[in-house]
Nanobody
Framework: QLEESGGGLVQVGDSLRLFCRASGGYAMGWFRQAPGEEREFVAAIDWIGSSTAYADSVKGRFTISKSNAGNLMSMQMNSLKPEDTAVYYC?????????????????WGQGTQVTVSS
């Protein structure tokens, strides 16, 4: 249902863009999980692609966007920090708005590793 791409190893301050393609039109989001930590919300976008929500830790640095042609979501990550290192998961929900709670998401991608080296 969801196909992610774009993770990798970067240096502090670098940028990276993650992509997620869905098989249908959904509101979508990104979550991340660092080693030994709980999975946490990062960003979300509504099914139209006009309304967004962000975790405070990434606000101003990350930008989520969505193209309904091809059902492609992306997240531009700028000014990356070591604490951004995690496995990033794409998720899709049948809710219409940008959704923060992971329990509202029905479909999940396999995850893509982002490592920020200092």
């Amino acid at each position: 249902q969801l196909e992610e791409s774009g993770g990798g190893l970067v240096q502090v301050g670098d940028s990276l863009r993650l992509f997620c393609r869905a098989s249908g039109g959904y509101a979508m989001g990104w979550f991340r999980q660092a080693p030994g930590e709980e999975r946490e919300f990062v960003a979300a976008i509504d099914w139209i692609g006009s309304s967004t929500a962000y975790a405070d830790s990434v606000k101003g640095r990350f930008t989520i966007s969505k193209s309904n042609a091809g059902n492609l979501m992306s997240m531009q990550m700028n000014s990356l920090k070591p604490e951004d290192t995690a496995v990033y998961y794409c998720a899709a929900t049948t809710k219409s708005g940008p959704t923060v709670s992971e329990h509202e998401y029905k479909f999940w991608g396999q995850g893509t590793q982002v490592t920020v080296s200092s």
